[in-house]
C-alpha cells in the first residue's frame, strides 16, 4: 500500500480527542504490523485508549507516533474532514498532518524494508493521548516498560530541512477565585467579585509575557535565533523570536458567576502556559501563587524545557539522511509548543521530531499533508533504517544484506 493510501486510511477511522477512543485504529495497525510480520500487542487503558508496541522491544531505534486527533467540526471544511481524500498531492482530512502522516511514513518505511528481506532495526510505538496529557499513552507504556530507552524518532511534522531538538516547557493550571458576594448594585463599593480577582490575575501573567528569558547558554541562544527564522517562514508571522524566548499564555475557560446581579462568590480558570528556556518553573510558579490571595492554583501538567544536544550521533544522522533526500543542508531547530517527546526524554531516550506535514494546516480547517512529503519522509526513515541496521552490524547482529 503506497504511503498516501496508508495515511488516507488512518485518516478515515477517527480517534478524536476528546474523548481519546483509539481501538478502531490501533486494531488496524494491529492489523498491519502483522501482515508484514511485525510481532506487536496491544496495551489497553480505559475508555478504549489503546496504544501498539514492538514486542518484545529490542532498544536500539524507535519509531514513534501518536494516533489521536483533535476534533474536527464539518462546517468550513471544503471536503470531509475524516473522508481521506486524496486530490492534487494531497492527502486531506482531520489528522492528516498531525499526525498520521507520520504514523503512515513509519509503517511504509517498515513495510519496504521487510520487504526486502532485512530484519527490521528498529522497534515502532503508536500511542493515544497525545493531545491531551499523555497519561494513557506514552506515560503508560513507559510506565510498563513497554519500550527501551534509545534513539527515538517522533514522525510529529516539522519543516522538511528542520529536525525539532528541542522544546518549550509547559505548565497547565487550573484556578478556583473565591470571591465575598454581596448585591450587585452596591460593587465594587461592597463585596469581592472572583471574577474580578481572576482578571488581575491575568493581567499579571500578560505582563509576565513582556519578560525576555536568557537560555543562559550560546549554543542554545543561537539555536533559538535560528529557529525563530524558520519557524517564522513556516507560520507567516513575525515576532517569533518572543515566542520562543517568553512565556507564552492562554487562558483556555473560563467560567465563574451566579448571577448578574450577585458579586461573582467563585470563578474558574484553566491557563495554558509554554515556558522557556531559562525559566525556572518552581520560582514561577510560586510567583503566579502570590499574585493570586484568593485563589486556589493547582497544577495539571508540568514540564520543563527539554533539548536533545545538536552532537548526539541521532541528530548527525538525521541530518545527513535528510540532506542525502532533499538535496539541501539542514539545520535542527527548536520549538515553541510541547509533545510527547518531553516524557520521553525525562526517561532517557534521545528525542528528535522528523516528520511530514503541512504546519499551516495542524489543527485547522482543511488540515492536509502533501504527498510528496509523505514520500521524502519514507526515504529519510529507510535512510535511517540503513544506519541503524550498520550499527547492529557491527555490534554482532543480523547483517540486512
Known amino acids: 500500500m503506497h504511503v498516501a493510501d496508508l495515511c488516507s486510511a488512518l485518516v478515515k477511522i477517527q480517534s478524536e480527542n476528546p474523548p481519546g477512543d483509539t481501538r478502531d485504529v490501533i486494531e488496524f495497525l494491529r492489523e498491519y504490523t502483522t501482515s508484514i510480520g511485525l510481532a506487536t500487542k496491544v496495551i489497553r487503558r480505559s475508555g478504549g485508549r489503546h496504544n501498539l508496541v514492538s514486542a518484545p522491544p529490542r532498544g536500539r531505534l524507535l519509531f514513534c507516533g501518536h494516533v489521536d486527533c483533535v476534533p474536527a467540526l464539518p462546517q468550513g471544511w471544503s471536503v470531509d474532514p475524516y473522508g481521506g481524500i486524496i486530490r492534487d498531492g494531497k492527502v486531506f482530512g482531520r489528522g492528516s498532518t498531525d499526525m498520521k502522516g507520520g504514523c503512515a511514513a513509519i509503517l511504509a518505511a517498515c513495510t519496504e524494508w521487510v520487504d526486502a528481506g532485512q530484519d527490521l532495526p528498529a522497534d515502532i510505538a503508536f500511542v493515544c493521548d497525545e493531545e491531551t496529557s499523555g497519561t494513557y499513552g506514552v506515560k503508560t507504556i513507559l510506565a510498563k516498560r513497554a519500550i527501551k530507552p534509545c534513539d527515538c524518532i517522533i514522525a510529529e511534522p516539522t519543516p ?63 539555536a533559538i535565533r535560528e529557529s525563530s527564522v524558520v519557524l517564522g517562514d513556516f507560520l507567516g508571522m513575525e515576532d517569533t523570536l518572543d515566542v520562543l524566548t517568553r512565556i507564552m499564555y492562554n487562558p483556555g475557560t473560563i467560567e465563574g458567576g451566579e448571577k448578574a446581579n450577585i458579586v461573582a462568590q467563585q470563578c474558574r480558570l484553566e491557563l495554558d502556559l509554554r515556558i522557556p528556556w531559562g525559566c525556572e518553573l518552581s520560582n514561577l510558579l510560586e510567583d503566579l501563587k502570590a499574585h493570586a490571595p484568593r485563589g486556589e492554583i493547582a497544577v495539571t501538567n508540568m514540564s520543563a524545557p527539554s533539548i536533545t544536544p545538536t552532537r548526539a550521533p541521532l541528530v548527525q544522522k538525521l541530518l545527513q539522511e535528510i540532506e542525502n533526500v532533499h538535496g539541501r543542508k539542514a539545520h535542527p531547530i527548536v520549538q515553541w509548543a510541547a509533545s510527547d517527546a518531553r516524557y520521553l526524554r525525562q526517561a532517557g531516550f534521545p528525542v528528535v521530531e522528523y516528520g511530514p506535514g503541512e504546519i499551516r494546516t495542524l489543527h485547522a480547517i482543511d488540515e492536509y499533508v502533501t504527498v510528496e512529503s509523505l514520500e521524502n519522509a519514507v526515504k529519510v526513515y529507510r535512510g535511517m533504517l540503513a544506519r541503524y541496521a550498520e550499527v547492529s552490524q557491527e555490534q554482532g547482529g543480523k547483517s540486512p544484506h
Not at 525539532?164 to 454581596?182: A, D, S, W, Y
Not at 525576555?212 to 543561537?222: M, S, V
Open 160 to 222: 522538511p530541512l528542520s529536525p525539532n531538538v528541542g522544546q518549550k516547557g509547559i505548565m497547565r493550571l487550573c484556578c478556583t477565585f473565591h470571591g465575598e458576594p454581596g448585591h450587585g448594585s452596591l460593587y465594587p463599593r461592597k463585596g469581592v467579585s472572583a471574577i474580578m480577582e481572576a482578571f488581575a490575575f491575568l493581567e499579571y501573567v500578560r505582563d509576565l509575557h513582556g519578560v525576555t528569558f536568557d537560555p543562559g547558554d550560546p549554543q542554545l541562544e543561537r
